[in-house]
């Protein structure tokens, strides 16, 4: 018998009006991509040890064992399937496997795309078959006890040995112990460890180096090494983040990885790049793909929360007709709709930023800069807004929201874990401060500006430094693309020239102590990041609304950008007010221009997340499922808790009757 909730999610996508086929194969990257995550996710769902029924109920070991089970089986079915390495098969294979990370995560990641990046012609024919074939497995070692985005304050060290031709890898102290990688703990065989190059007695940076931190056979660790995971943690705990502590390990010359500089056996340091930075390459990748990654996650906590929302029911807004729906309330669409466009908004541009990413040229400095500061800002602002909202959509669901069978906190904790990974957020938002610091100086002096700051020299040469600057008349006028696209920049451009002024303000009165002064200013850097982010996520999630869509769907697209680029103003008023790009007045206009948008898409919410493709495996929610069977689908979890396995609980009789018993 059907329910009444899932009548009512039924009767929501009936009511839609949308064709959202075109969206789906949009953010999936065309039809074969989506068909082949579909073909890859009816293998994962129809296989009994990759389904991932339980994953609520399972304790820390039992989460890790089970997680290793599956990691087998996966292997043996990419094997099965004849899937490669980087292609777009074998990446939704992976995608399709699991919404949370495993022991294998970062070799299928990091360590394989370190090795065939940073590894020389005979690196990449050596170790290359020993990872596709699962031979070795593998982890990336950077992040140290004592030091994390400070990569330049790395203390692990690798001293080169001309006399044997060896490195002599070793931790010094306490804080040099790598700490956090994930794999490292009990799965990993080998590592690729971060660790500053000394040749006879000269720092020449951090460079990476291929170790062995267990036997083949025993799997036991190899001499000098010390490693183990770093215990439970608030989420990720399938995956076995470690500690490795290495005491004078010697490895060949030949396992510093050499794509980009090497050691002669005479020790010599020969660079095979002009650049300085082609070493950031794996780190690069992980942050352009973390961008879309977060509107994939953010996607996934506002489908429970909006289908949720659809049907659950709660008091009246005409006291003569029946309860209404929570998602009838506008209070609730200002809270979640905006949520939807986010994820679109990042899904998009991070699309875009990993076209960048594939398209850049390791040589060209001027592009890895702008990469870098473009992938730092935009992970920055990615990751911490995608926690801040996932958690909006956790409340929305009310008491079962706080429920790990609604599936979002799992969401959460595995999204949270982003913010800090590859990168704190606020040294993030300084380093791409640094860059537009640059651009200003190049500005000043008379330089042109290209490629992504290209914008940047119009507002500073078009627009007064101080005062009010508004670039419309009328408020309205902000439903008008192309006008809010100006409003960002304008807002970034003049938060940057800020940034400059007090910086140039703090370095006189500090004299030559830059960094002091560098630190005095990094609240007005930080907030400059923040709008060059905010600017450069906006107009290329406009970029959407040039699709070959539909009429209908163009036209709802529309709306659901206009309505990101206002609820950000909405946001984050002080950006815009400081700068004199909007005026006070202009608030109370954009807060009803984003509820007029509220009132377009609310009629089409639940199909545009159904839009998104996330199977109910994948969700592992109660509330989220697509069939909408809310309560039914929680009692029967509720059920298969181990504590409702028996009718009485294990030490009643033993704790609590005798003292229910006592005289005391």
Same mark, same amino acid.
């Given at each position: 018998?059907?329910?009444?909730?899932?009548?009512?999610?039924?009767?929501?996508?009936?009511?839609?009006?949308?064709?959202?086929?075109? /969206?789906? /194969?949009?953010?999936?990257?065309?039809?074969?991509?989506?068909?082949?995550?579909?073909?890859?996710?009816?293998?994962?769902?129809?296989?009994?040890?990759?389904?991932?029924?339980?994953?609520?109920?399972?304790?820390?070991?039992?989460?890790?064992?089970?997680?290793?089970?599956?990691?087998?089986?996966?292997?043996?079915?990419?094997?099965?399937?004849?899937?490669?390495?980087?292609?777009?098969?074998?990446?939704?294979?992976?995608?399709?496997?699991?919404?949370?990370?495993?022991?294998?995560?970062?070799?299928? +990641?990091?360590?394989? %795309?370190?090795?065939?990046? !940073?590894?020389?012609?005979? !690196?990449?024919?050596?170790?290359?078959?020993?990872?596709?074939?699962?031979?070795?497995?593998?982890?990336?070692?950077?992040?140290?006890?004592?030091?994390?985005?400070?990569?330049?304050?790395?203390?692990?060290?690798?001293?080169?040995?001309?006399?044997?031709?060896?490195?002599?890898?070793? +931790?010094?102290?306490?804080?040099?112990?790598?700490?956090?990688?994930?794999?490292?703990?009990?799965? $990993?065989?080998?590592?690729?460890?971060?660790?500053?190059?000394?040749?006879?007695?000269?720092?020449?940076?951090?460079?990476? &180096?291929?170790?062995?931190?267990?036997?083949?056979?025993?799997?036991?660790?190899?001499?000098?090494?010390?490693?183990?995971? @770093?215990?439970?943690?608030?989420?990720?705990?399938?995956?076995?983040?470690?500690?490795?502590?290495?005491?004078?390990?010697?490895?060949?010359?030949?396992?510093?990885?050499?794509?980009?500089?090497?050691?002669?056996?005479?020790?010599?340091?020969?660079?095979?790049?002009?650049?300085?930075?082609?070493?950031?390459?794996?780190?690069?990748?992980?942050?352009?793909?973390?961008?879309?990654? !977060?509107?994939?996650?953010?996607?996934?906590?506002?489908? @429970?929360?909006?289908?949720?929302?659809?049907?659950?029911?709660?008091?009246? @807004?005409?006291?003569?007709?029946?309860?209404?729906?929570?998602?009838?309330?506008?209070?609730?669409?200002?809270?979640?709709?905006?949520?939807?466009?986010?994820?679109?908004?990042?899904?998009?541009?991070?699309?875009?930023?990993?076209?960048?990413?594939?398209? %850049?040229?390791?040589?060209?400095?001027?592009?890895?800069?702008?990469?870098?500061?473009?992938?730092?800002c935009l992970k920055a602002l990615t990751t911490s807004t995608a926690a801040k909202e996932i958690e909006t959509c956790r409340r929305a669901c009310?008491?079962?929201?706080?429920? !790990?069978?609604?599936?979002?906190?799992?969401?959460?904790?595995?999204?949270?874990?982003?913010?800090?990974?590859?990168?704190? $957020?606020?040294?993030?938002?300084?380093?791409?401060?640094?860059?537009?610091?640059?651009?200003?100086?190049?500005?000043?002096?008379?330089?042109?500006?290209?490629?992504?700051?290209?914008?940047?020299? &119009?507002?500073?040469?078009?627009?007064?430094?101080?005062?009010?600057?508004?670039?419309?008349?009328?408020?309205? $006028?902000?439903?008008?693309?192309?006008?809010?696209?100006?409003? &960002?920049?304008?807002?970034?451009?003049?938060?940057?020239?800020?940034?400059?002024?007090?910086?140039?303000?703090?370095?006189?009165?500090?004299?030559?102590?830059?960094?002091?002064?560098?630190?005095?200013?990094?609240?007005?850097?930080?907030?400059?990041?923040?709008?060059?982010?905010?600017?450069?996520?906006?107009?290329?999630?406009?970029?959407?609304?040039?699709?070959?869509?539909?009429? +209908?769907?163009?036209?709802?697209?529309? %709306?659901?950008? @206009?309505?990101?680029?206002?609820?950000?103003?909405?946001?984050?008023?002080? $950006?815009?007010?400081?700068?004199?790009?909007?005026?006070?007045?202009?608030?109370?206009?954009?807060?009803?221009?984003?509820?007029?948008?509220?009132?377009?898409?609310?009629?089409?919410?639940?199909?545009?997340?159904?839009? &998104?493709?996330?199977?109910?495996?994948?969700?592992?929610?109660?509330?989220?499922?697509?069939?909408?069977?809310?309560?039914?689908?929680?009692?029967?979890?509720?059920?298969?808790?181990?504590?409702n396995q028996t009718e009485v609980a294990d030490g009643i009789h033993k704790y609590l009757k005798p003292l229910m018993k006592s005289k005391m």
């Amino acid at each position: 018998m059907t329910s009444h909730q899932t009548r009512l999610l039924q009767q929501e996508r009936q009511r839609s009006r949308v064709n959202f086929e075109e /969206l789906t /194969l949009l953010l999936y990257g065309g039809e074969e991509s989506y068909q082949t995550f579909k073909e890859m996710e009816g293998v994962v769902s129809s296989d009994p040890i990759l389904r991932e029924d339980n994953i609520h109920l399972l304790s820390y070991e039992e989460g890790f064992k089970v997680a290793m089970q599956r990691s087998k089986r996966a292997v043996e079915l990419f094997k099965e399937m004849g899937l490669e390495f980087g292609s777009d098969r074998a990446w939704q294979f992976w995608r399709a496997l699991s919404s949370e990370s495993t022991p294998i995560s970062l070799m299928l +990641s990091m360590f394989s %795309h370190a090795v065939y990046g !940073q590894g020389s012609d005979a !690196q990449r024919e050596k170790w290359w078959p020993l990872v596709t074939s699962f031979k070795i497995l593998g982890c990336y070692a950077q992040t140290e006890l004592g030091h994390g985005s400070f990569v330049r304050g790395l203390e692990t060290r690798a001293e080169y040995d001309p006399r044997q031709e060896q490195f002599v890898l070793h +931790s010094p102290t306490l804080t040099s112990m790598k700490w956090w990688p994930g794999t490292m703990g009990k799965t $990993a065989t080998h590592g690729l460890v971060i660790a500053r190059l000394f040749l006879a007695g000269k720092d020449c940076g951090n460079q990476m &180096f291929m170790v062995q931190l267990r036997d083949l056979t025993t799997h036991e660790p190899m001499p000098g090494i010390t490693v183990g995971t @770093i215990g439970p943690k608030m989420g990720y705990n399938k995956a076995d983040n470690g500690f490795l502590a290495l005491d004078k390990v010697r490895v060949p010359r030949e396992n510093m990885m050499a794509r980009f500089c090497e050691v002669t056996p005479d020790g010599r340091f020969l660079s095979h790049t002009r650049s300085k930075k082609p070493s950031y390459g794996t780190m690069l990748w992980v942050r352009a793909n973390m961008v879309k990654s !977060q509107g994939r996650f953010l996607s996934a906590a506002v489908t @429970i929360a909006i289908r949720y929302s659809a049907v659950r029911q709660q008091g009246h @807004i005409d006291p003569k007709a029946g309860e209404v729906a929570v998602l009838d309330y506008i209070s609730q669409q200002h809270l979640l709709l905006p949520v939807l466009a986010t994820s679109l908004a990042y899904w998009h541009a991070g699309n875009w930023l990993g076209q960048f990413y594939r398209s %850049h040229a390791p040589e060209n400095a001027a592009e890895i800069q702008e990469l870098h500061a473009t992938s730092a800002c935009l992970k920055a602002l990615t990751t911490s807004t995608a926690a801040k909202e996932i958690e909006t959509c956790r409340r929305a669901c009310g008491g079962h929201g706080y429920s !790990q069978f609604s599936g979002i906190p799992a969401i959460y904790t595995f999204v949270s874990a982003g913010e800090i990974y590859e990168g704190d $957020a606020l040294v993030l938002h300084l380093q791409t401060a640094r860059y537009l610091m640059k651009a200003l100086r190049s500005f000043v002096s008379g330089k042109a500006l290209s490629g992504g700051i290209k914008y940047l020299a &119009f507002w500073l040469t078009n627009a007064p430094e101080t005062g009010p600057y508004r670039v419309f008349k009328d408020s309205r $006028a902000l439903v008008d693309i192309q006008t809010l696209i100006s409003v &960002f920049e304008c807002a970034s451009a003049r938060l940057t020239a800020l940034a400059g002024k007090q910086l140039d303000l703090f370095t006189k009165e500090e004299g030559v102590n830059h960094e002091r002064a560098w630190n005095r200013t990094s609240p007005w850097l930080i907030r400059a990041s923040v709008a060059h982010a905010e600017y450069v996520i906006f107009s290329k999630f406009t970029s959407i609304l040039d699709s070959s869509v539909n009429h +209908s769907l163009r036209t709802l697209l529309r %709306h659901i950008v @206009i309505l990101y680029g206002l609820w950000r103003i909405e946001q984050n008023p002080l $950006a815009f007010l400081e700068t004199g790009t909007l005026k006070p007045s202009d608030m109370r206009d954009v807060h009803e221009l984003v509820i007029e948008h509220l009132k377009m898409i609310r009629p089409e919410a639940v199909s545009l997340v159904d839009a &998104f493709g996330h199977p109910d495996r994948q969700l592992h929610s109660a509330l989220g499922s697509y069939d909408g069977d809310v309560y039914t689908r929680l009692y029967t979890e509720a059920k298969k808790d181990p504590l409702n396995q028996t009718e009485v609980a294990d030490g009643i009789h033993k704790y609590l009757k005798p003292l229910m018993k006592s005289k005391m």
